[in-house]
């Protein structure tokens, strides 16, 4: 059985720090490309970071890009959204999901696996 967990996330008050990690079990991550997603109350689920198999590629939503670092153990079969300088709009649940290809992509639709999300709520 595949899952991915993730976890990390919390209550931070604007210009905080968070760092959301995602576990993934049932596969091995080496294989995966791994997509960070964020969903807002009433809005659709976004692209927020993707990181391709091997680490060196990775891609930013243009809101992050600068404030957000993706990154990836696949030794702890884990990745890792390091998220910096947070402000009130980047409060959403977010999403890891695995792709099977050695490549990275922001469609939310070609990722074949999905965590069941953390609540990241940035207010003072």
């Known amino acids: 059985q595949v899952q991915l967990v993730e976890s990390g996330g919390g209550l931070v008050q604007p210009g905080g720090s968070l760092r959301l990690s995602c576990q993934a079990s049932?596969?091995?991550?080496?294989?995966?490309?791994i997509g960070w997603f964020r969903q807002a109350p009433g809005k659709e689920r976004k692209f927020v970071a993707g990181?391709?198999?091997?680490?060196?590629?990775?891609l930013y939503a243009d809101d992050v890009k600068g404030r957000f670092a993706i990154s990836r153990d696949n030794a702890k079969n884990t990745a890792f959204l390091q998220m910096n300088s947070l402000k009130p709009e980047d409060t959403a649940v977010y999403y890891c999901?695995?792709?099977?290809?050695?490549?990275?992509?922001?469609?939310?639709?070609?990722?074949?696996?999905w965590g069941q999300g953390t609540q990241v709520t940035v207010s003072s």
């Open positions: 049932g596969i091995t991550l080496d294989y995966y490309g």
């Open positions: 990181i391709n198999w091997n680490g060196d590629t990775t």
């Open positions: 999901a695995a792709l099977l290809s050695t490549v990275v992509v922001r469609g939310a639709d070609d990722y074949d696996y």
